[in-house]
């Protein structure tokens, strides 16, 4: 049985003002630093709930699913098109590539769900002024008897 869609989450306009555009247009952020970053969250906590692990791997079709997002098409559509299945998921967009404003706005707006241990794999999208990062945990067909 296919798990059920997820509904997808953002950080919407208001979140991508008050944390600024901090590059230049063009300039883009390498994915392995937000990574670092949310392993980073993962592993200390954010204020008050404590860390968890193990930490998120990196994926490449959830990648794939936040281009295809930031293209234009749902959430959902791009999870299935990228050949992901998961039993939870959630899309985060952020106004800016700057992991030095990533960082701290997740920790601050999206800690509960950086620390959830069900949430095992990540996939981060940047292009000129945005980030996508889709958090899953990935469907496991049961074993057959």
Partial sequence: MDPAPVPELHAGPLAALLIGLALAPGAIADSPDVLKALNSIRASGCSGPP?????????????????RSADGASFGDALVAS????????LVRIGTTSTQ???????NEYCAHVLEA???EV??????????????AP???PAPP
């Fill in 51 to 67: 860390g968890v692990s193990p930490p998120l791997r990196e994926s490449t079709p959830l990648s794939a699913a936040g281009k």
């Fill in 101 to 107: 404003s990533i960082a701290p706005f997740l920790a």
């Fill in 118 to 120: 069900a949430f095992t």
């Fill in 123 to 136: 996939g981060v999208f940047q292009r000129a002024g945005e980030t996508r990062i889709i958090l899953a």
């Fill in 139 to 141: 469907f496991t067909p």
């Fill in 83 to 90: 050949r992901y299945r998961a039993t939870r998921s959630l």
